[in-house]
Structure formats: structure tokens, C-alpha cells
């Protein structure tokens, strides 16, 4: 940090940021994030955390905690340790890491392609395969022209073409 950046003292709401951060950057580091902090997501959640015994305190202002405020450089490691945090805990809903949940993603599209070229596949047999029953049906009909005008009976189609 330059020595314009670092405060000559420290105040605080700024100390409480730092410890908070620092609790939180210790949890992601450990890869285990302890439940009472796995709910802080947002900014104004970390300003009101308060725990007297950690020395933890709330505050109100804004200021301390926005991107253009008077801690632009705790906001950083805040948003990058919320991010490893993301990556860490299991999701509520579906009980998967963000981590697994961009894995599984991945492996979805995967078979999603697979599953769009397949049926394209099949779109373009379906397609011969009706044509082939065109086909089919105009032989049956000029074969059952020709058994008509020799006085035979005729062979009736089994099939329905599309």
C-alpha cells in the first residue's frame, strides 16, 4: 500500500472492516466457512456484523465500505475473498459449490450439443426415410396401374406416406 493510501491512524469503522476481512480471508484460506458467515453476501450485511468480543463493530456510513469511499482497498479484498468464498460453500437450493455448478454447466452444454447433433441426424434420416416411402408409394401405384389395365387385382398399400 503507498503511503498516501495508508491511513496514520487507523479508525474504527476502518478497523473493524480490516478484522472483518481478515476473518473472512482466514475462513476461505481454511476452506471451511464457519455458518454465521457464510450469510454475509452483501456490503451493508458486513457493516452490520458486530461482535464485541472480536472487536467487530456495525457502521452506517456508506463511505466505509463503497468502491470510492474511504477504503477502496478493503472493498477489493472483500470482493475477492466474497468470490472464493462463493466458490467454497454449497449452494442452499442445490447443495452444489459454484465450482460444481460451472462444472456440471459445462458438461450440460456438452451433452446438450451432442443431443442437437443427434437430432439432426435423425431429422435428416427421417426425411430420406419419407422419401424412400414417396418413392415406394408412386412404384406401388404404377405397378397397380399396369395389374388394372391387364384385369389383375391390386396390391393395396399397407403404409401411409406423410
Known amino acids: 500500500m503507498s503511503p498516501e493510501t495508508t491511513p496514520t491512524r487507523e479508525g474504527k469503522n476502518r478497523k473493524s472492516f480490516r478484522l472483518k476481512v481478515e ?3 482466514r475462513a476461505a484460506d481454511s476452506g ?3 455458518e454465521n458467515l457464510r450469510n454475509i453476501k452483501l ?3 458486513l457493516a452490520a456484523w458486530e461482535d464485541k468480543t472480536l472487536g467487530l463493530t456495525a457502521w452506517t456510513s456508506a463511505n466505509v465500505h463503497s468502491k470510492n469511499g474511504h477504503n477502496p482497498d478493503l472493498v477489493k ?3 475477492d475473498v466474497r468470490g472464493r468464498i462463493a466458490l467454497i460453500v454449497p449452494h ?3 447443495g452444489r459449490t459454484l465450482r460444481e ?3 456440471q454447466e459445462i458438461t450440460l452444454r456438452s451433452e446438450v450439443k451432442v443431443l442437437l447433433l443427434q437430432n439432426e441426424a435423425l431429422l435428416v434420416l427421417e ?3 419419407q422419401k424412400q416411402l414417396r418413392m415406394a408409394a408412386r412404384d406401388l401405384d404404377a405397378a397397380n396401374d399396369r395389374l388394372r389395365s391387364a384385369g389383375l387385382a391390386t396390391v393395396p398399400a399397407t ?3 406423410p
Do not use: D, M
Request: proline share 4%.
Open 77 to 79: 479484498r472483500w470482493v
Open 127 to 129: 426425411e430420406r426415410y
Open 23 to 25: 476473518i473472512l480471508e
Open 92 to 94: 442452499r437450493r442445490t
Open 159 to 161: 403404409f401411409q406416406v
Open 32 to 34: 471451511s466457512i464457519p
Open 101 to 103: 455448478s460451472q462444472k
Open 43 to 45: 456490503l451493508k450485511e
